[in-house]
């Protein structure tokens, strides 16, 4: 053998490293490795803690709190009641991500794979005959699968629940993180019981107007794709950044990859128009969700003005998981949803939770950006319709 390092396929599977890593470049189900992510996101999520437990009985309340947090937003809120069924599971921040890498897909995977675009572009460009560059140009979906579970698994120790992330995604059941939640409990000195009653009139709201309103996760998975074919991805510091690291070392890939995206936007006023668009929708089904859960929660009597106050600075402080997931998806619904709040106390001032569900008719029923800063132009329209 001429080369020392030619070695034979059969040779480099029997050896642990190699067999690992081919398996991990051999993924080819996508632009993100999510078999690789999994890994990550339950690793990150277990952090210091790996033996987080929850109890039956844990699941069995969070599923009483959930029934009763139903019943008063449906009898103030007039809420839909729809008819999809969903299983509540008490979880753990490690359950949580392993269930995330699979939800996620649908809203990281179409980045990752203009990303990779970007990327395969990039290298060719850069020349065909660089080794170094056709061994990056196989890794794409490894580090994305690297980027993708470290942002799973950051959320998965910031998050009590899917409720809490900004977008409609799909779920098979209603995750709470319960050791969380009655983290937030003892960190606050707040009864336990009530902020079990809080979160689940959160995610009671939006499993409400998500499962109530059809349109919702269609119509936004439309605006977000046309966000995304407006962007116009870079990958060049990414590149920078990877040739300077040991590879074989993948904490410390991961560890870089955590500092920031791979990859860059160029800005566009197209692509500013269409994020403004998502961020706006976001803004508002957030926004009907927070004013529906403080009017529920007026039920639990003295102590709902503590948890409002406690929730409000738990909104407002948003952890490193979910900046990380806003960086990578390059938008920013926070920045609207004080506006989107305005918007809605202004139409229940005005009205009732009646006119207020008008914003859920259909799609063309739905506040223009105008309407949004102006409601008395939405309910001018909605009162002449």
């Not at 080819?28 to 437990?53: H, K, M, T, Y």
């Not at 870079?234 to 074989?248: C, F, H, W």
């Not at 106050?309 to 806003?326: I, K, N, Q």
């Amino acid at each position: 053998m001429n080369d020392p390092f030619d070695l034979p396929p059969d040779v480099l599977r029997r050896i642990p490293l190699f067999a690992e890593l081919a398996k991990v470049l051999s993924w080819s189900a996508g632009p993100v490795n999510w078999d690789l992510a999994r890994q990550i996101a339950v690793s990150v999520a277990a952090g210091e803690d790996p033996q987080q437990q929850v109890d039956v009985s844990d699941a069995t309340a969070m599923s009483e709190h959930i029934k009763l947090a139903e019943m008063w937003l449906l009898e103030i809120t007039g809420l839909p009641d729809p008819t999809t069924v969903r299983p509540i599971r008490a979880v753990t921040a490690v359950d949580w991500a392993e269930s995330a890498t699979t939800t996620f897909a649908e809203l990281i995977d179409p980045i990752a794979l203009k990303a990779s675009r970007a990327l395969t572009e990039q290298l060719g460009e850069a020349g065909e005959g660089d080794p170094i560059q056709q061994a990056l140009s196989q890794m794409g979906p490894m580090l994305m699968g690297i980027q993708a579970g470290g942002i799973v698994g950051q959320l998965a120790r910031e998050v009590l629940g899917t409720h809490e992330v900004p977008f409609p995604i799909d779920e098979p059941a209603t995750l709470l993180i319960v050791p969380a939640i009655d983290r937030v409990a003892a960190e606050h000195a707040v009864d336990r019981r009530d902020v079990r009653q809080w979160v689940a009139l959160q995610a009671a709201a939006r499993r409400l107007t998500l499962d109530g309103v059809s349109w919702i996760p269609t119509h936004f998975f439309a605006l977000y794709h046309n966000f995304v074919a407006t962007l116009d991805l870079t990958i060049a510091e990414g590149l920078q950044k990877l040739q300077q690291l040991d590879l074989s070392d993948p904490a410390r890939l991961q560890e870089a990859l955590g500092e920031g995206s791979l990859f860059s936007s160029e800005a566009s006023p197209q692509t500013a128009e269409a994020a403004g668009r998502v961020d706006g929708f976001l803004a508002v089904i957030e926004a009907h969700g927070t004013v529906a859960v403080e009017t529920a929660a007026a039920r639990l009597g003295a102590d709902a003005m503590r948890l409002a106050e406690v929730f409000a600075r738990r909104d407002a402080g948003a952890g490193a998981g979910t900046g990380a997931l806003m960086s990578f998806l390059g938008l920013e619904p926070e920045t609207d949803r004080r506006r989107a709040l305005a918007f809605v106390r202004a139409i229940l001032a005005h009205g009732d939770w009646a006119l207020l569900h008008r914003v859920w008719e259909d799609a063309g029923s739905f506040p223009s950006e105008a309407e949004l800063t102006d409601p008395p132009r939405w309910i001018e329209r909605m009162e002449a319709a």
